[in-house]
């Protein structure tokens, strides 16, 4: 079975940093698209970095690049995502989620949350000061 358990989030000054974690089961990360979406208070859902299943292309909304890095560890097969430099506007519950197929061939789909297929319970991350 598939599943995804965030952890990470929490209370953070303007201008600080966290590091989010998605450890993943029932599938190999190495194998799949993946990515961190958000959702703010009264907002829809976002992307806001993907990797695609090599590893070897990464996507990041405007809103956080320079200031997010997304990263995997293959043999924990854990996603990170690196906040730096975070913002009021970046507070926001933040899932991880991943378009998991059964095939073996290279995935790197659109970092929109439709195109997902499993996602996690979500982190909640609160930037204030």
């Known amino acids: 079975q598939v599943q995804l358990v965030e952890s990470g989030g929490g209370l953070v000054q303007p201008g600080g940093s966290l590091r989010l974690s998605c450890t993943a089961s029932?599938?190999?990360?190495?194998?799949?698209?993946i990515g961190w979406f958000r959702q703010a208070p009264g907002k829809e859902r976002e992307g806001v970095s993907c990797i695609s299943s090599s590893g070897g292309s990464t996507y990041y909304a405007d809103s956080v690049k320079g200031r997010f890095t997304i990263s995997r560890d293959t043999a924990k097969n854990t996603l990170y995502l690196q906040m730096n430099s975070l913002k009021p506007e970046d507070t926001a519950v933040y899932y991880c989620?991943?378009?998991?197929?059964?095939?073996?061939?290279?995935?790197?789909?659109?970092?929109?949350?439709?195109?997902?297929?499993?996602w996690g319970q979500g982190t909640r991350v609160t930037v204030s000061s």
């Open positions: 989620g991943a378009l998991v197929t059964s095939g073996r061939g290279y995935y790197n789909p659109p970092c929109q949350p439709g195109r997902y297929n499993y």
């Open positions: 029932g599938f190999t990360l190495d194998m799949n698209a």
